[in-house]
T-cell receptor, first 111, second 113 residues
């Protein structure tokens, strides 16, 4: 079951904040966040695991509500380089790494 | 440290043909996953290989098959190509199955005419 991301697109001015949400109808073991710039490969941002462990880049923050099967990615003081499409990938079983990706959220940062 | 590489970069085929896409995983990574990404969509999981064995498959027909070699590089084979197979094919490697980030290659853009 594909997770649902919201919003589908957002436009910000440099320095503004954004929140991207990812919601699943199934119980999750982990949520992975990636950013993809046009014509490039997806780049890892963060993994959030059931139980609270997180792995990722220091400047990125995110939350994972296991009961609600939801995750949110927080982008603060956005920079031009944050532009791209953000994907959440969900994993239902440990050790699987079989990610089911959402449809993406397109983020545009303007000067 | 060499990243994930894929070849070819672009490919044009006609319906009914067969295609082989290649992926070299990052050094030290024994797990490779393949994804299909249609324009404007998120990557869709095709299958995963762990230490030369298939370790799970997404909702793709049997004409999508793969291999992983002893050096952990991998191939994706697609038989009897259909127009809907036109997409970006991404491979991603990781250092194991548990709780690891996946490192994506630049992808192969396949066009089926």
């Amino acid at each position: 079951q594909q997770p649902v991301q919201s919003p589908q697109a957002v436009i910000l001015r440099e320095g503004e904040d954004a929140v991207i949400n990812c919601s699943s109808s199934k119980a999750l073991y982990s949520v992975h966040w990636y950013r993809q710039k046009h014509g490039e490969a997806p780049v890892f941002l963060m993994i959030l695991l059931k139980g609270g462990e997180q792995k990722g880049h220091e400047k990125i923050s995110a939350s994972f509500n296991e009961k609600k099967q939801q995750s949110s990615l927080y982008l603060t003081a956005s920079q031009l380089s944050y532009s791209g499409t953000y994907f959440c990938g969900t994993e239902q079983g440990q050790g699987a790494q079989k990610l089911v990706f959402g449809q993406g959220t397109r983020l545009t940062i303007n000067p | 440290e060499t990243g994930v590489t894929q070849s070819p970069t672009h490919l044009i085929k006609t319906r009914g043909q067969q295609v082989t896409l290649r992926c070299s995983s990052q050094s030290g990574h024994n797990t490779v996953s393949w994804y299909q990404q249609a324009l404007g969509q998120g990557p869709q999981f095709i299958f995963q290989y762990y230490r030369e064995e298939e370790n799970g498959r997404g909702n793709f027909p049997p004409r999508f098959s793969g291999l992983q070699f002893p050096n952990y590089s991998s191939e994706l084979n697609v038989n009897a190509l259909e127009l809907d197979d036109s997409a970006l094919y991404l491979c991603a490697s990781s250092p194991g199955l548990r709780d690891n980030e996946q490192f994506f290659g630049p992808g192969t853009r396949l066009t089926v005419l």
